[in-house]
């Protein structure tokens, strides 16, 4: 077919022809001492300052935008509303970290506080979550587990117990002494265990904020990017798995010990059933009237009518205060044996710096949870502010994460991040901006200052039963794997991967490893890319001639094109990706010729006439001709590079490679399609200036070259 009635007749079709008639010379560099003072002109200026002071305190724009007659209400409704949630998750997440249940308060408290200030989003709601929690009791396990603290070289036994606890009627003070004498009686409501979970816990948090800073101010939020969403969704739907077991002995009323490491769900449940006989069926009636409760209201009322209500039912905290009531009248844990709260500090910690040495070797566990922290968290803000019509900042995202934790790790909590459901509720609720959390702290407040100790006789069960039933978007996740295998394999098996790394050895090791098995995933997918021949259909569209009808090809033209990067993991592959879809070898054709010209000598008989190489696709004769005037009729190869984002230095050797192979039994090979960073490596490395003849702006240059003279070679 004519290629020329494909589009109007181009004036340039080489790419060393286009640049020099197109391409912007270089710029030429500024002395040193300009672009310095340039520099610092620039980002001394006031201009600047504000935009800086802007960026890094963004509750200064929401403050001098806010409009107070429309959002106030609509804030102090969402904000008390995700206050009131936050009280019993904050107890129950705190209880699965293995921590005192007003530790999770404190959390709920300082972290939604701070993000005010620091935070972009305008709907996310930090506080406590389950996957942070239980990452937490994995490493208290793991150095704390039977109360004896696994310290790291170089630390006495005596620096971890060097910490006061006092308490008056209405305040807790948690302090660092300065008697270095190990506490061995404590008159609060924290036991020597606790103490020690918090400290470790506040050292844990502190250092893993201000890791999270330094991530957040050398632009390193795409950290998010390498945890692709089927590997995220795997390891959640694995922490359900560990959350739920973590919980079964408090619904079960089973006295079973804590595993930690490899193995410690299975090691759990055969614990679980070799003790099955002593179930206490007091909290097991009681988790099943509490989840029926709370599942209904959540599920079948706040769910189903979410456009009527403007606030949802509060069901948690009036499942928590009703079974605390119970507990209290009917005595559960006299005369049922069933597990509760007990004390409860009331009061705001003192402020105290933790210390950081007794981090050890659990300086990556710190690291990951705020890494796990960070990616709950902004991918939920990334959701909210797609739904909303804004931006979020992903790496001022990250310095507030890591201020939340600093924060809190002064008063005695631990790393926050953003819940989903209370996130949903705030924006649900009719939320406008951060300007609600400040009312829900307020209401997190009052029950730290004066109603947490009425929580005392509300049983473990019940906390373990809100725990629950908030993981049931993570089992739902589970309904998503069939789609997931007909949509794509290679998701499907990142998902499966992650989720049993996490569930059969732990947390910190199934992360670790669904990151490694995504980006093998994506070594594995360009070693293996897709490559086709093209053709051209209606003199408009290059397809593929294995997809599409209709499909006409040049003659004497393969087109083949390549997608996927050039590089050196799969530069043989691209070699093997010419031959193939182009159906000639160079190797098999040098044979071919040597057998011919041996049978030839042999035999004795000469040829007049031009010799005929069989072509590998039809069987026809491929005729090798020797000059210039017959070059429409030899036979060529047209690279596409359209499909090749990037090349290396063995792309170019790869390239040479083929232009040679091909070149020696006298088959032209020809570039086009390729983007402004292929054509700059081509250039860096000489390539473009030996094969410039051959590197053409884009396909359809490259087939009207085949046709007509360009004005570049007139």
């Known amino acids: 077919m004519d290629v020329t009635d494909m589009k109007p007749r181009r004036t340039v079709l080489r790419v060393a022809a286009f640049d020099t008639k197109f391409k912007r010379p270089p710029e030429q560099p500024k002395p040193l001492s300009q672009r310095i003072a340039t520099r610092c002109k620039d980002y001394f200026s006031k201009r600047k300052l504000i935009k800086t002071v802007y960026a890094n305190f963004p509750f200064i724009g929401v403050i001098k935008k806010y409009k107070l007659k429309e959002n106030l209400a609509n804030d102090v409704i969402s904000g008390l509303t995700v206050g009131i949630m936050q009280i019993p998750q904050g107890m129950a997440y705190a209880l699965l970290g293995s921590l005192p249940p007003i530790v999770g308060l404190y959390t709920s408290f300082f972290g939604p506080l701070i993000y005010f200030f620091l935070g972009t989003s305008r709907h996310a709601s930090m506080g406590t979550i389950a996957i942070v929690s239980l990452m937490i009791a994995s490493v208290l396990d793991a150095r704390l587990g039977n109360g004896t603290p696994t310290l790291h070289p170089g630390t006495t036994s005596s620096a971890i117990y060097n910490y006061s606890v006092t308490t008056t009627s209405s305040f807790f003070n948690v302090t660092n002494s300065t008697n270095t004498a190990p506490i061995t009686s404590v008159t609060s409501a924290f036991s020597e265990t606790d103490v020690q979970k918090i400290r470790l816990t506040a050292a844990l948090s502190f250092v893993s904020g201000f890791v999270m800073i330094f991530l957040g101010k050398i632009n390193m939020g795409l950290v998010a990017t390498y945890m692709s969403e089927p590997m995220v969704c795997g390891f959640t739907s694995a922490v359900a798995i560990h959350v739920t077991t973590s919980q079964a002995k408090h619904i079960l009323g089973i006295k079973v010990g804590r595993h930690n490491g490899v193995f410690k769900v299975i090691k759990t449940w055969i614990d679980i059933a070799k003790n099955i006989t002593t179930i206490n069926w007091a909290p097991v009636v009681t988790s099943i009237i509490c989840i029926l409760a709370i599942y209904a209201v959540k599920i079948h009322v706040n769910l189903r009518f979410k456009a009527k209500l403007k606030i949802p ?46 981090v050890g070797e659990s300086f990556k566990d710190a690291v990951i949870i705020g890494i796990v922290a960070f990616i709950q968290s902004v991918s939920m803000a990334k959701i909210l502010a797609r739904k909303n019509n804004y931006h979020i900042n992903p790496n001022q995202e990250m310095v507030a994460y890591g201020a939340g934790s600093v924060l809190n790790a002064v008063f005695s909590g631990y790393i926050p991040a953003a819940s989903v459901a209370r996130s949903m509720v705030q924006e649900g609720a009719g939320g406008h901006t951060q300007v609600a959390s400040l009312f829900g702290c307020l209401v997190v407040l009052v029950v730290i200052v004066a109603i947490g100790p009425l929580f005392y006789s509300l049983p473990k069960c019940v906390l373990s039963c809100v725990i629950l039933v908030n993981l049931r978007s993570m089992f739902l996740q589970f309904l998503e794997l069939k789609p997931l295998w007909k949509k794509s394999k290679y998701d499907f098996l990142i998902w499966i991967v992650t989720f049993l790394a996490t569930v059969i050895l732990d947390a910190d090791i199934g992360i670790g490893i669904g990151i490694v098995f995504s980006i093998l995933t994506v070594a594995i997918r360009t ?65 071919a010729r040597k057998h011919h010209e041996k ?25 090798l001709c020797q000059t210039e005037n017959n070059r429409k009729s030899r036979e060529t190869i047209l690279l596409d590079m359209e499909g090749v984002p990037f090349l290396d230095i063995v792309g170019v050797k790869t390239l040479r490679r083929v232009f040679n192979e091909y070149n020696d039994v006298d088959v032209d090979v020809m570039l086009a399609g390729c983007n402004d960073g292929v054509l700059d490596i081509l250039r860096s490395t000489d390539f473009m200036s030996e094969k410039e003849d051959c590197i053409y702006v884009d396909v359809e240059c490259a087939l009207e070259s085949r046709h007509a003279k360009p004005v570049e070679d007139q």
């Open 313 to 358: 039912i509060p069901i948690e905290i009036i499942v928590v205060s009703i079974a605390t009531a119970i507990s209290h009248v009917a005595k559960f844990k006299t005369n049922y044996e069933v597990n509760v709260l007990e004390d409860i500090p009331s009061g705001v910690p003192a402020p105290a710096i933790p210390d950081v040495t007794l």
């Open 527 to 591: 070693q293996r890319p897709d490559y086709y021949r093209e053709g051209i259909i209606d003199g408009l569209y290059i397809k593929s001639t294995q997809s599409y009808n209709q499909v006409q090809e040049e003659p004497f033209m393969k087109i083949v094109r390549f997608q996927a990067p050039l590089y050196f993991a799969n530069s043989e592959m691209f070699v093997k990706a010419v031959r193939v879809a182009s159906n000639i070898d160079p190797e098999e054709m040098k044979r």
């Open 599 to 623: 049978t030839k000598k042999d035999t004795g008989i000469s040829d007049s006439v031009e010799n005929g190489i069989p072509d590998s696709e039809t069987g026809d004769a491929i005729i």
